[in-house]
């Protein structure tokens, strides 16, 4: 009897290995396939684009002849939108998520308000062009301004920052408040001394993550009108101006095969700017962390 459970026990442990190195073996093959195709689509990115990244195509204005195309107009009006998107996302993200989980009461009415909040996030960018064009294009007379343009990539992904932001603020443990209570602070010093702190690694995370969506959307900017070929650099909120996205795709689309290139090169302008903004965020996530 005991021959045949040990025999069973082998067996159940014999199906369970076997089991493991199958799903092992489809883990490890969709991450081979994932960074695979990243390579490829970075080798051809680079290939492509590497001839036309100069100092002359970081300087010159958008033109029609693609040897003379640059990117300054793009890139200074992209890093407009972004002292705008920035700020306004990460307060009133941040603001919301403390509310949310540290003030407002348990109730269905705010339970209904943070389902609707997730549910935002996954809303198509396009609908936020379109709420966009329509409050502050045209109710609020912002036409088509960096503005504007802010406004709008702010609404698209607030609900992300909103969401990491009350995740990370959820994780911080409860003992950490009682702690600060029973020393004698406050419900507002506690979250601002106590919870927050703990939380930044969390809340730079998904702002990472949402920033990095908005600089590179192009759907929102195309319904609100943003022009694509700019002549001068803005000045102001108020002016007009043109974003990388939106450069990119424009030469994408061009039938010229040398503007194919010229793509590629904003591409690496693109990502370039995408590294260096996250890595002051993970900088400071860190710093953060190794703190708290």
Request: overall charge positive; proline content about 4%.
């Amino acid at each position: 009897m005991k021959y045949l459970n040990d025999v069973l026990v082998m067996k159940r442990m014999g199906s369970r290995l076997t089991f493991n190195k199958v799903w092992k073996a489809v883990f490890l093959l969709a991450t081979s396939f994932a960074l695979l195709s990243l390579i490829v689509l970075l080798f051809r990115i680079f290939s492509q684009g590497i001839g036309y990244l100069n100092i002359d195509f970081l300087t010159n204005f958008a033109s029609r002849i693609p040897a003379k195309a640059g990117i300054k107009a793009a890139l200074i009006g992209s890093l407009w939108l972004m002292a705008v998107v920035a700020p306004v996302s990460i307060i009133l993200g941040v603001s919301t998520a403390i509310y949310l989980e540290e003030y407002a009461k348990k109730n269905k009415i705010n339970d209904f308000i943070r389902m609707n909040i997730a549910n935002l996030a996954g809303v198509p960018s396009i609908v936020f062009g379109l709420l966009g064009l329509t409050i502050f294009v045209r109710m609020m007379d912002l036409g088509k301004s960096i503005l504007a343009a802010g406004f709008t990539m702010s609404l698209l992904i607030l609900p992300v920052i909103i969401v990491a932001a009350q995740e990370a603020i959820r994780a911080v443990p409860n003992e950490q408040r009682e702690a600060s209570y029973g020393m004698g602070a406050t419900k507002w010093q506690t979250i601002v001394r106590v919870v927050l702190p703990a939380a930044i690694p969390g809340i730079l995370t998904g702002s990472i993550l949402a920033l990095s969506r908005a600089i590179g959307e192009t759907a929102p900017l195309v319904v609100i009108g943003i022009p694509v070929i700019l002549q001068f650099l803005p000045t102001g909120l108020l002016d007009s101006f043109t974003a990388l996205p939106m450069q990119i795709f424009d030469w994408a689309k061009r039938p010229q095969e040398e503007f194919q290139y010229v793509a590629a090169a904003g591409i690496v302008v693109l990502m370039t700017v995408l590294v260096l903004m996250n890595s002051i965020a993970v900088i400071i996530r860190n710093k953060f962390q190794k703190r708290y």
